[in-house]
């Protein structure tokens, strides 16, 4: 699992890029002017950033040139978690540093946006063109009544006209939420009537693996069960005129109009996103215009190490965070790869392709790709132009050592290979890229700055080398500032802090090593524990899935009444492939040999398929409820989950169990 301090890293920046890098920069910046450390690279820096976290924060916002309109008090007024009070008296505008380069005369003409859908058709937006449109839609949105505090909401793929919106509601001090168009009726209006939105816009709807998908009778459920809206702007990606009482998009961009900036308080909320939610309600998750401003500059502008020069390009839906994240690209310059359609349409090579044909320089995408691409047995490193991808990103679930080795091999030997974690309740990274550090097979680099990450075992002491749960035990800016309808703060208190008191507990097993990098090991509250050792489901899946039998797994450690312990491993079989003795005697080998004999699964069971959020994370907690016997309309919540049919096997199967 984790590599040995003194194994040989599977990639190492080379001087002449450590130098360049802009944390590299920030760093000996820092030194001068506020009394960071100059020696002892990135381990000493991020010592100092928790350690003097008041003066890192006021020289990120000093080093990426925030724009305060009135001068803050302080950087940090109260540090108690949940409630940290940030950079008090202050207020600035996120859309304003969005959208700052188009000021520049030499850049005003380039690309901010690099628009691809499934034909590979490439649309350019300029920074002044995009201005202009947020401009434009900002001062209709005023004239429709918009004020700050007011929610806008977005039901619509990863297009310009998305980005424009976003920008154009935080211009006006509004709150963006939104949803991605494959989200059905009530998936949406779980999220969207919780907040109340007054606008709507919407697509009537969009292509995916070569079809078009129409969303007029969604759209229209949605205008009849949201009674708070007052406008609906229309978009006619698949070219149908507007419905009855919709606004026309095209109408409201077309003004030359100078973007007016609403100058509001550092924690004036900017968006809601929300979690995975697979009880209840998904939380509606609020983070703030200051907040998400620093804090993505830190993580975009030295993490990612992204400028002027760079093409961003993050596979993603607006449905998650990281579409939100990679909008904030924007802050450092950088040009954004907007991809819209299939991650494997016509074959499984598509997000090579459009890395290879926009000039990314960074290409981010999930873990589970980077394994699908390798079990297909691509080449792209042979077979495609990949010499501007300088970094690769993963997230989502961890990246097994696999699927290291195969970037390493099968794309570029100096390829920096940044496996990230963090989440939508901050809409960041608690660890991962830094590009001034060396990568080990199945690790991330390191925490990353400003963030106080440990790994705490149950009574709060900390672990080196050890599972152990995540936890941060200092405020980060992006944290939220609420839930929404959670008058008490109850709810909000309850998802992080009841495990320990005034501590961040995030719900992952981790491990710090003693070189200072993190291993990620999946989900705390779904966590194998067998006989007193510990285990991520994490690590069972990527000991499984390298078996070419096996398309996709699902573990579950079930504590028994009796005082047993139940630990049945599912399996969705490949095409061809049969679950016989050979076949389970093959996978529990695998366990035993790879892991640990101890989490050597009970039964090994076929299933049809495995259920997932629908942000792509596999549902352990509901399938473990289940299979305790809670009814499904307790164990889950339905417009979460990308199929709910397949949960109804897991409910027989508890049945016939009881």
């Known amino acids: 699992m984790t590599a040995a301090a003194n194994e040989a890293p599977l990639w190492q920046p080379g001087p002449d890029r450590i130098a360049a890098a802009a944390v590299t920069r920030f760093q000996s910046w820092a030194a ?33 040139d925030v724009r305060f309109s009135t001068p803050y008090e302080t950087v940090i007024a109260d540090r108690t978690m949940p409630g940290a009070q940030w950079f008090p008296g202050a207020t600035l505008n996120y859309a304003e540093h969005a959208l700052r380069t188009a000021e520049d005369p030499l850049r005003a003409d380039a690309p901010a946006l690099l628009h691809v859908d499934e034909t590979h058709t490439q649309i350019p937006v300029s920074w002044s063109e995009l201005r202009r449109r947020v401009g ?30 976003l920008l154009a509601t935080a211009a006006v001090g509004g709150v963006w939420t939104s949803c991605a168009p494959d989200f059905g009726a009530r998936s949406v209006l779980d999220r969207f009537q919780q907040v109340e939105p007054v606008v709507l816009f919407t697509v009537d709807g969009y292509r995916y693996g ?38 026309e998009w095209s109408a409201l961009t077309s003004a030359d109009t100078e973007p007016v900036f609403e100058q509001v308080p550092f924690d004036h909320p900017l968006w809601v996103l ?85 000039g990314a320089t960074l290409f981010g995408t999930s873990a589970a790709y980077v394994m699908a691409c390798r079990k297909a047995g691509i080449h792209p490193g042979r077979d495609l132009d990949l010499s501007r991808v300088q970094c690769v990103a993963t997230t989502g679930s961890p990246l097994p050592p696999d699927g290291f080795r195969w970037l390493h091999d099968e794309v570029d030997a100096d390829l920096w290979i940044a496996s990230v974690s963090g989440g939508t309740d901050i809409c960041s990274c608690f660890a991962g890229a830094v590009p001034t550090l ?17 790994s705490w075992d149950p009574e709060g002491e900390p672990l080196i080398g050890e599972v152990g749960e995540l936890v941060v035990t200092a405020p980060m800016p992006s944290m939220p500032i609420r839930f929404w309808n959670d008058p008490d703060g109850s709810r909000y208190h309850d998802s992080y802090f009841d495990m320990y008191p005034g501590v961040w507990r995030h719900g992952d097993w981790i491990t710090l090593t003693e ?26 899946y990527e000991a499984v899935e390298r078996l070419p039998e096996i398309r996709e797994s699902l573990v579950i450690g079930l504590e028994e009444p009796d005082g047993g312990y139940w ?35 009970d039964e090994v069971i076929e299933v049809p398929g495995i259920p997932h959020t629908l942000t792509g994370k596999r549902i352990e907690v509901p399938v473990k409820r289940l299979l305790q016997g809670t009814a499904l309309a307790k164990a889950v919540n339905p417009g979460s989950i990308d199929n709910l049919e397949l949960l109804h096997f897991y409910e027989d199967l508890a049945r016939k169990r009881h």
């Open 567 to 601: 630990m049945p491993l599912f399996v969705h079989l490949a095409d061809g492939a049969r679950l016989d003795d050979a076949l389970r005697d093959s996978i529990k080998r695998t366990i035993r040999e790879n892991l640990s004999p101890r989490h050597v699964p």
């Open 438 to 454: 060396p990568v080990h097979i199945g690790e991330l680099q390191a925490a990353c700055l400003g963030t106080d990450l440990r």
């Open 274 to 358: 929300y979690s995975s939610g697979t009880t209840g309600l998904p939380k509606a998750i609020v983070q703030s215009q200051g907040g998400i401003l620093l804090e993505h500059f830190k993580q975009i502008g030295l993490h990612c190490d992204l400028g002027p020069e760079d093409r961003f390009f993050w596979y993603t839906s607006t449905g998650w965070m990281m579409w939100n994240f990679l909008v904030s690209g924007l802050l450092t310059g950088t040009t954004l790869v907007l991809y819209d359609g299939s991650p494997g349409y016509p074959d499984v090579s598509a997000q090579w392709r459009v890395a290879e044909q926009t």
């Open 32 to 64: 001068q002017r506020y009394g960071a450390p100059a020696e002892g690279g990135y381990p000493a820096l991020h010592q100092w950033s928790v350690d003097e976290l008041d003066t890192f924060w006021q020289a990120v916002a000093d080093w990426f």
């Open 515 to 540: 070189h200072g990098s993190v291993v990620i090991h999946g989900r705390s509250d779904s966590t194998l524990n067998r006989q007193g050792v510990r285990m991520g489901s994490a690590d069972i």
């Open 136 to 165: 434009s839609l900002a001062a209709e949105l005023r004239t429709i009544g918009v004020t700050p505090g007011d929610r806008v909401s977005g039901y619509l793929p990863n297009i310009p006209e998305a980005v424009v919106a």
């Open 210 to 247: 070569g079809k078009e998908h129409h969303r007029a009778d969604t759209v229209a459920e949605l205008r009849r069960e949201l009674p708070t809206l007052r406008a609906v702007v229309h978009i006619p990606l698949l070219g149908t005129e507007a419905p009855e009482g919709a606004l």
